[in-house]
C-alpha cells in the first residue's frame, strides 16, 4: 500500500490562496478514491474533495467554486487549489486513499487569518 506526505499548508490572510499537495510512495493510477479532508478544533473531520481514478469529482458545499481537486497520475500526486480562503476553512488538511485499504497522510495545517 503506499504511503501519503501532504506538503503546502501554512498561513494566510482571508482572500488568499494555498496550493495543498499530496504525494503518494507509489502509483496511484489503480487507487478508486483520493480525496482530501479537514478536522478543524474540536471538530469532526470532514470531506472537502475527492477525485476518483476516473475523474468524477466530489466537494462539500462549503467549498464549492473555491476549492479545485486534481490528481496527476504521471507524479502520483494529488492537489488541492484553495482560493478565496475564509478564516472557517482553518484545519488540519489530511490526504487519504482508499483501495482495499485505506491510507490516511499526516496532515497538513492551513490558518487563515480574518
Known amino acids: 500500500q503506499v504511503q501519503l506526505v501532504e506538503s503546502g499548508g501554512g498561513l494566510v490572510q482571508a482572500g488568499g490562496s494555498l496550493r495543498l499537495s499530496c504525494a503518494a510512495s507509489?502509483?496511484?493510477?489503480?487507487?478508486?478514491?483520493m480525496g482530501w479532508y479537514r478536522q478543524a478544533p474540536g471538530k469532526q473531520r470532514e470531506l472537502v474533495a475527492a477525485?476518483?481514478?476516473?475523474?468524477?469529482?466530489t466537494y462539500a458545499d462549503s467549498v464549492k467554486g473555491r476549492f479545485t481537486i486534481s490528481r496527476d497520475n504521471a507524479k502520483n500526486t494529488v492537489y488541492l487549489q484553495m482560493n478565496s480562503l475564509k478564516p472557517e476553512d482553518t484545519a488540519v488538511y489530511y490526504c487519504?486513499?482508499?483501495?482495499?485499504?485505506?491510507?490516511w497522510g499526516q496532515g497538513t495545517q492551513v490558518t487563515v487569518s480574518s
Open positions: 477525485i476518483t481514478s476516473g475523474g468524477v469529482i
Open positions: 507509489g502509483s496511484i493510477v489503480g487507487i478508486p478514491h
Open positions: 487519504k486513499a482508499v483501495r482495499n485499504y485505506v491510507v
